[in-house]
């Protein structure tokens, strides 16, 4: 049992850390050229981040957390995001992975945050180093790359890794590696979300317990649920919803900047005078704003209904967590469409460097990059599923399709 376990934990109320985060706008505003120019997010805001409790959302009671609804990490994330999207990055990175742990064993858990639970871990997902199974776990070796947040990971990361099995299969897992098993490389040199320090991690013959790893798209009651009834949400939905609500709070940070940038401006080269009075200004802002608000509403809706399920202690039925995971999905093209809008009507005073809309913009354009905003593969997925077609072999839900559907 770990120390933790034993004392009392004052949790916040929703309200409470959704306006913990939007008091942070401005500070992380000042910080967010800093944070840039230095490619990793200073030591005093993750600090500042731990004193809030952003990190505690998803993590289990038994180590301290306060183990929320996760839409509440999603509304602080889309607050955060508003003054510097790289910081806010970091939050969503480090803050899912204690819902990670509580999928895991607890020994795990006991094993990282018996000492201190504020102890954070990174993360690389895409299986670019190998893994072999070996008696009593695997073995890793190779290079992991982009890991956000690395730097401040004294709790290690979680790689990902494909596992051959006798029958030819192979199995997406994910591995807990300490922080003394892996070097640090730093590559991350960016055009944009420079600031999240996603380095690469260096892994040489590395043995993972089986405890510490699980099939990443598993879902049902063995690998979800045992720690209480948060853990029963989808792990994949999770994090990829907590990606779409980092981005779009970097959409919603554009629109303060554009609001901002064009109250005083006065249109030289037309009639109209003050740009307040254009219409296409008005009118694009008008359009930016409803897709981003609509990309919001998606998000926070399916969290919702997912959590209604989980809530009460049952798996999200197959159909929904399809249309959530796909329909998440949507939210990075949707954010680039709506600021690449409003920032092209900003004329030539959005694009020098010392203005903070073309940072706004760059970040967002990586953040709509990322493998979580495939809108065009997913939606393919998507469109079948509703046709009758049936998923493929390959799928994100942990569902194998029927032998014939294989076959084809």
């Known amino acids: 049992m770990s120390k933790i376990e034993k004392i009392a934990i004052e949790i916040p109320t929703e309200d409470e850390i959704v306006q913990r985060a939007r008091d942070m706008i401005p500070l ?30 998803l993590q289990p009671k038994r180590w301290g957390g306060y183990e929320m609804n996760p839409n509440v990490l999603n509304k602080v994330l889309m607050e955060l995001a508003r003054g510097c999207p790289s910081s806010a990055w970091n939050v969503m990175v480090l803050g899912v992975h204690p819902f ?59 790689l990902g890794g494909r596992v051959s099995l006798a029958n030819g299969e192979q199995v997406f897992r994910s591995f807990w590696v300490q922080r003394k098993d892996f070097d640090i490389v730093d590559d991350w040199f960016v055009v944009g979300l420079a600031g999240t320090g996603s380095k690469k991690l260096i892994v040489k013959n590395v043995f993972v317990p089986e405890y510490r790893s699980h099939v990443i798209g598993a879902y049902d009651d063995d690998s979800h649920g045992h720690v209480n009834d948060l853990y029963k949400m989808p792990f994949f939905y999770v994090f990829y919803a907590a990606v779409s609500s980092v981005i779009i709070g970097m959409a919603r940070g554009m629109v303060d900047l554009y609001i901002e940038h064009m109250v005083p401006r006065q249109n030289i080269n037309q009639a109209v005078g003050a740009a307040v009075q254009d219409p296409f200004i008005k009118g694009k802002l008008g359009e930016a704003y409803a897709k981003i608000v609509g990309a ?18 049952k798996l999200v039925p197959l159909d929904i967590r399809v249309r959530h995971f796909a329909t998440n999905q949507f939210t990075g093209g949707e954010c680039f469409e709506a600021a690449h809008m409003i920032f092209k009507k900003t004329s030539t005073r959005g694009v020098w460097l010392n203005s903070p809309m073309q940072r706004q913009m760059r970040d967002i354009l990586v953040g709509a990059n990322h493998i979580t905003q495939n809108q065009d593969n997913i939606g393919d997925l998507l469109g079948g599923q509703l046709l009758g077609n049936p998923l493929p072999a390959a799928n994100p839900f942990g569902v194998k399709p029927p032998v014939a559907a294989v076959a084809q």
């Not at 030591?43 to 959302?57: L, S």
């Not at 871990?121 to 992991?144: D, H, I, K, M, R």
Request: aromatic residues 10%; glycine residues 12%.
């Open 28 to 57: 992380l505003r000042t910080r967010a050229e800093l944070c840039e120019k230095e490619r990793m997010v200073p030591k005093e805001t993750i600090q500042a981040f731990k004193d809030a409790g952003f990190f505690k959302i």
């Open 100 to 158: 990670e742990v509580g999928l895991l064993p607890s020994q795990c858990g006991d094993e990282l945050w018996s000492e201190d639970n504020s102890v954070l871990v990174s993360s690389s997902y895409a299986p670019f180093g190998t893994v072999t199974a070996t008696e009593g776990g695997y073995l890793l070796n190779g290079e992991w790359l982009t890991s956000s947040g690395c730097d401040h990971a004294a709790g290690g990361a979680f």
């Open 296 to 313: 919001t509403a998606r998000v926070v809706q399916n969290t919702e209904e997912a959590w209604g399920y989980a809530s009460q202690g």
